[in-house]
């Protein structure tokens, strides 16, 4: 196992330079010069000047690539130019959002697509199963902006004077205010510090963060302004989860292990959750990695949709002002994300398939 | 002897009726599978229903896609639908999905949408596969360097969510639909490159393969001719299950303002410039996104139904 888990981190460092090669070369492709982008249309010639040889643009570009992946590997992200703040700051402030929003939309599309897809499977060709289907069909079909704009129309408009009426937009209610763990329970930190970045990066997760300081306003009203947002980005996820469940454990239903156990006169209920679900997991887990990939690429979408300063709005605007040191980082951000998530699924993989680790 | 009893059911060999009929040739078996599936025929139908939309366009939109209403007749901008059938009164002019923001008849705007999406996923597919299947192709016949060198790129590529990537490429081309196309066909390369590459993997080691090589066939022609061909199958499955998914992504991109640009009567582009009304004019955002939609399940049904009727081992699991 433990070869196996070297083996699998040592494939994923080459995909990782050709992530920082690939967002190397796209920043340097987007049209536009940097020094007009971060000084402003009428910066003098001088100007220029002293800013390419501070940012290292004079060099050559091999000398420039190699001072890039330098900075990035120290986890110096440089300033972004719209915000004149350090980018990793603004990761700090909006990567927990992201993943708040991503952690409960998986959440939703496993605890809802996996059991409807095993009933499914155990009904099959019943009007359950047909009813599933089709609503998963339809789900995998589904734009998530245009979703979640619908979901706002339905639970801010329609039902606004019903106890289910949910927030169209935003983190948090104007007006409510988190206070961070750290200050909650006085906690004696140097701002600036690394620690202290490190325990503002935490309280950024707003529920986590009501949890633990028993904060019940803001942790009832941070839940209700994520719920929509969650449920637009879990549809895709749920429909292609709830899809792979059923066929995968179909096919396990149909072998002979299967009706050993029940002429052994085992239980259904075991039969299916022990004998039939296990054994189906490995397809399961490989979907729930690649959807996560969709996840955030939809979580631009959903949160342009509820006005929702994620790092996938961030990116966006950042790519429309041209602000290259976030487009840069923050898509680095994501696509280690991604890496990583895909080696957890690997390993996952390999736990769950004694066959793999062995081979 | 009772034992020896047969049930009645059991048809004799020589009994013409009992015996299934037999079907003339592959394509003919694929096609039976493929029409005995009804979630395939509800695919085919909303896409035939599209492409007659998009090709009589013209004659079904009672106006122009960007024809500005002002003046022409007396209605406000964002007005909501009037359908005389559902007791719209028959003084006012009639407008099924009502007028957009610039005072145009949506409904119009929307069956001109329909060429739109038409070809940007019949576009950006073809370019993926063409781009894909060569690359995917090469690498699985040659292997070696080339392979290593190829699927490690789509490595890369595959390594960012394909929105994402999408967007990074249209940043760097500058938006527009042609730009978004582009993008898109990018991003979905490694995708049929490794669909490919796999099935030629698998083909190239067949008999009849190593016979035409016995026989002297050049490498090129035994990988166009002979391997490509017998690759197929798995290529148009995922080439129509593509579609699906690069509408979605043109739509989403064009809704972001990267893709197509105003006055485009584009579903996603139309639904981007009137998602801040969709509290005071729902109907503008809720019919592109339909229609979106249902175009995107069209290809995702048709894409199921052609996997099973090609891929006659995953019959038992649908």
Known sequence: ?????????????????????VTFILGRLIPGDPCSAALGEHATAEACERFARENGLDQPILVQLAIYMGNILRGDFGES?????????ILIERLPLTIELSLSA?????????????????????????????????????????????????????????????????????????????????????????????????????????????????????????????????????????????????????????????????????????????????????????????????????????????????????ITARDYPIIQSFTIVIAIGYVLINLMVDLAYAYLDPRIRLT | MTTLNQPDSIPTVLDPEALPERPATLWGLVRRRFFRRKSALVGLGILGLLIFVAIFAPVLAPYGPEQVLIGVEDIRKRQGPCIHLFGCPQDQPQHLMGVDGNVRDQFSRMLYGSRFSLIIGFTTVTFAILVGATLGGLAGFLG????????????????????LLAIAIVAVLGPGLINALLAIGIVSIPAYARVVRASVLVVKEMDYVSASRALGAAPLRLLFNRILPNALTPLIVQGTLGIATAILDAAALSFLGLGAQPPTPEWGSMLGSERNQVFTAPHLVFFPGLAIMLTVLAFNLLGDGLRDALDPRLAHVS
């Open chain 1, 1 to 21: 196992m433990l070869q196996y888990i070297t083996r699998r981190i040592l494939l994923a460092i080459p995909v990782l330079f050709g992530i920082l090669l």
């Open chain 1, 81 to 89: 130019i719209r915000f004149s703040r350090p980018v990793s700051l």
């Open chain 1, 106 to 318: 998986l959440s939703l599309a496993l605890l809802i697509g996996i059991p409807a897809g095993v009933i499914a499977a155990v009904r099959h060709n019943s009007a359950t199963d047909v009813v599933t289907m089709v609503g998963a069909n339809i789900g995998v079909s589904m734009p998530v902006f245009w979703l979640g704009l619908m979901l706002a129309y339905l639970f801010a408009l329609v039902l606004r004077d019903t106890p289910f009426w949910l927030p169209p937009s935003g983190r948090l209610t104007a007006g409510l205010n988190a206070t961070p763990f750290y200050e909650f329970y006085e906690w004696q930190v140097e701002p600036g510090s690394g620690w202290f970045y490190f325990l503002e990066f935490l309280a950024n997760f707003y529920i986590f963060n009501s949890i633990i300081t028993f904060n019940l306003p803001v942790l009832k009203d941070a839940i209700q302004h994520l719920i929509l947002p969650a449920m637009a980005l879990s549809t895709i996820p749920m429909a292609i989860i709830a899809r792979m469940t059923r066929s995968s454990v179909l096919e396990v239903l149909g072998m002979d292990y299967i009706r050993t156990a029940r002429a052994k006169g085992i239980r259904e209920r075991i039969v299916v959750m022990k004998h039939a679900f296990r054994n189906a997991l490995l397809p399961i887990v490989t979907i729930v990695g690649l959807s996560l990939g969709g996840l955030l690429g939809g979580a631009v979408l959903t949160e342009t949709v509820f006005s929702l300063a994620g790092v996938g709005r961030i990116l966006f605007e950042a």
């Open chain 2, 144 to 163: 070696g360097w080339f392979d290593d060198v190829v699927m490690r790129m789509m490595d890369v590529l595959l390594a960012f969510p394909s929105l």
